[in-house]
């Protein structure tokens, strides 16, 4: 039982490992995805997940929309506050 269970564990890892690589090769071949791993605490998984949630980037105006669709700018509306 054992031994089925350490199969599974390094299968397992051998599969996380093969994803890893096809995630680090697609963020490598997108400038802005690689440009994102440059900044502080953003490694290729995380680059990997903010390019497919955000989408095309050139649907954005300005970077000012990018980053309150993000949600990097927390607003601060009085009115809600009470």
Same mark, same amino acid.
């Given at each position: 039982? %054992?031994? !089925?269970? *350490?199969a599974?564990l390094?299968?397992?890892?051998q /599969?996380? /490992?093969?994803?890893?690589r096809? !995630?680090? /090769?697609?963020?490598?071949?997108? #400038?802005?995805?690689?440009?994102? @791993? ?6 290729? %998984? @995380?680059?990997?997940? *903010? ?5 095309? !980037?050139?649907?954005?105006?300005? #970077?000012? /929309?990018l @980053?309150?669709? @993000?949600? *990097?700018? #927390?607003?601060?509306?009085p009115?809600?506050?009470?």
């Amino acid at each position: 039982m %054992i031994e !089925i269970l *350490l199969a599974d564990l390094r299968h397992a890892d051998q /599969q996380r /490992q093969h994803w890893h690589r096809l !995630i680090a /090769q697609e963020v490598l071949a997108e #400038p802005e995805l690689l440009a994102s @791993v440059r900044l502080c605490g953003v490694r290729e %998984i @995380v680059a990997f997940a *903010l390019g497919a949630f955000v989408g095309d !980037i050139q649907r954005f105006a300005h #970077p000012k /929309q990018l @980053v309150k669709y @993000v949600g *990097l700018n #927390p607003a601060f509306d009085p009115k809600k506050s009470s």
